[in-house]
């Protein structure tokens, strides 16, 4: 039982934290395109960053600051240009953003950290940042937490926040995130930007290793379409503002902050997973048996990302030989003879062998999934995801993976995404 509770407020739901988000010129369609995150004090910083070789010029920037110095007070990010395969141009261009926005802020260069996404290959209007940066600066409040959700976003159809509340000896702990993916969504660390924040006090080194472990149990465990990006960071702010006790080393209240990191990641990348382009639903794949977490965790990431099982889903075909498939080729050996696999709880291969089942029930059960994916106010759920359980063995490793379905809407889209 999780000791926590949802508040709202999302990235700006921590003590001593304010957002803004606006329209700077950089997107043709005038949507906003400029956020800026901000703590009143230096926070311990952590990030976790894409593995992809043509990484953005923002990510080498991110990753380079964040080894020299584990500290930061500002995040600036934009969603009109990647700022990739940019070359000299685009890390010039960071180094420019750092400077305006500590101008700006009356801060160290080296306390601003710049990510950015959109189309690869385009160059940073600098001149529109320049202009932009006082109307923004002036705009941060601890109430502008969605409007930063909203300007990161790019072929997004909502926008992606959290925040959650715990209680640690008297004093109110709170962790609050935004994300924003719905493309080039697929694990090994390269799936989307996030933004998190919290008051809690903790080492750097701890709150890095808190990262990187709950990226490993959430953004690395989602896919869209099997495309790794250039520009996919995970930067996570601890401020100290809580004034609770600090955390130094591991123990009951490292573990507990880590649950609570966890928790808003998990929520975060099930809402991306939802939100793939042209997707319909959310397939959340649950694997059992395996020899460990790190090996069901990989069985789950290539179900979740197999294109047959994600067509299948779309077509609401309850062909589990794909899931099956799926799982033999996943690099993880088993005992065909113990494979099992269920369907919305609906028995489809018991130790290895085909079960008789009910092909209307479980088509109906994909029907269903899909409509209550969409919740009574029209907007997108996670909280009905299509469920495939898989068991492929007698280990203690469990392992989660999320993913959407592929529909013809995600060609349309990505067909015509620089046109």
């Known amino acids: 039982m999780s000791h926590w509770q949802r508040i709202t407020g999302g990235v700006t739901a921590a ?4 957002a ?17 995150i901000v703590s009143d004090v230096p926070a311990i910083a952590a ?5 992809n070789h043509l990484c953005a010029a923002p990510v080498t920037y991110c990753r380079q600051r964040l080894q020299t110095k584990g500290t930061a007070q500002a995040i600036l990010c934009n969603s009109g240009q990647a700022n990739a395969a940019t070359g000299e141009q685009g890390w010039q261009a960071v180094l420019a953003q750092a400077d305006m926005v500590a101008m700006a802020l009356g801060v160290s260069p080296e306390m601003v950290l710049v990510a950015s996404t959109g189309v690869i290959g385009q160059p940073i209007p600098l001149e529109k940042i320049r202009q932009a940066l006082p109307t923004l600066t002036a705009s ?19 926008p992606k926040q959290i925040a959650l509340e715990a209680i640690w000896e008297g004093q109110p702990v709170r962790i609050g995130g935004i994300a924003k993916g719905s493309g080039m969504i697929h694990p090994n660390m390269a799936t989307m930007l996030a933004f998190i924040t919290c008051d809690a006090a903790v080492s750097p080194q701890l709150w890095q290793e808190m990262l990187q472990r709950a990226c490993d149990r959430s953004f690395n465990q989602i896919t869209v379409d099997g495309d790794t990006s250039t520009n996919d960071s995970v930067i996570a702010l601890a401020n100290g503002q809580s004034r609770t006790p600090a955390i130094t080393e591991p123990g009951p209240a490292a573990t507990r902050l ?3 990191l966890t928790a808003v ?20 794949v649950q694997v059992s048996g395996a020899s460990d977490d790190v090996a069901a965790r990989q069985v789950a990431r290539t179900i ?14 309850p062909n589990w030989g794909r899931i099956a498939a799926a799982a033999g080729r996943a690099g993880v050996p088993f ?49 009905h995801p299509v469920v495939i359980e898989v068991s492929i063995g007698h280990g203690h490793g469990r392992g989660l993976a999320w993913g959407c379905d592929l529909s013809y809407d995600y060609v349309k889209i990505n067909a015509e995404y620089t046109t």
Do not use: W
């Open 20 to 36: 803004a988000g606006m329209a700077a010129g950089l997107k043709a369609s005038g949507a906003a395109d400029l956020a800026l």
């Open 258 to 260: 880590e649950e609570m």
């Open 47 to 51: 990030g976790v960053f894409t593995t």
């Open 15 to 18: 003590k001593g934290y304010r």
């Open 335 to 383: 005992d065909a003879g113990n494979l099992a696999i269920s369907l919305g709880g609906i028995p489809m291969m018991r130790q290895g062998q085909p079960l008789p089942f009910d092909r209307a029930a479980a088509n109906a059960y994909l029907v269903n999934q899909a409509t209550a994916s969409v919740d009574a106010s029209g907007q997108q759920s996670i909280e």
């Open 265 to 284: 990641c998990v929520h975060l990348a099930k809402t991306i997973a939802r939100d793939g382009e042209g997707a319909t639903c959310l397939i959340e």
């Open 140 to 158: 941060l409040s601890p109430s502008n937490g969605e409007a930063a959700a909203r300007a990161i976003m790019t072929t997004d159809l909502v």
């Open 304 to 317: 979740a990302s197999s294109m047959l099982v994600k067509s299948a889903i779309y077509g609401r075909d």
